[in-house]
């Protein structure tokens, strides 16, 4: 019984360690929101969400090279769109652009990786969400 009860304690301090990190991590996302102007594209922050995705170009966002610039790329923040209706049903529209990537500021370059990852931590707690009312309706009654 014990171990049980230690598993529930473990398993409730993992998702309270979760949520405090996620509200934290909303906070700094909307402050590097303002602090790229990103709200000069997209007036209100919680529109971000409605986008597929975000990417990056012109940096790397791989975990053992994270940041890292590619050689003759221009650093741009891109949302990604989807319309299931449109002829063309994906689409890219740029949110930031900041120039040639190895001439554009570490410190600059450093916020701009760290806003598209804590988008995507978000974007997938979000996506749990999701995933966890859709599971609602393949509940079996007992």
Request: net charge neutral; no cysteine.
């Amino acid at each position: 019984m014990s171990s049980a009860l230690e598993r529930l304690k473990n398993l409730t301090n993992k998702i309270s360690s979760y949520e405090t990190t996620r509200q934290d991590n909303m906070k700094i996302l909307e402050g590097l929101y303002e602090k790229l102007y990103l709200d000069e594209k997209l007036e209100n922050f919680s529109d971000l969400f409605n986008f597929k995705a975000i990417n990056l170009s012109g940096a790397s966002l791989l975990d053992e090279n994270l940041g890292e610039i590619k050689k003759g790329k221009y650093l741009q923040i891109l949302a990604i769109s989807y319309d299931k209706n449109a002829t063309k049903k994906s689409q890219n529209i740029s949110l930031g652009y900041f120039g040639k990537a190895d001439k554009v500021e570490v410190g600059l370059k450093n916020n701009i990786v760290e806003f598209i990852i804590r988008y995507r931590f978000e974007k997938s707690f979000m996506s749990l969400e999701n995933y966890y009312e859709m599971l609602g309706n393949f509940k079996k009654d007992e």
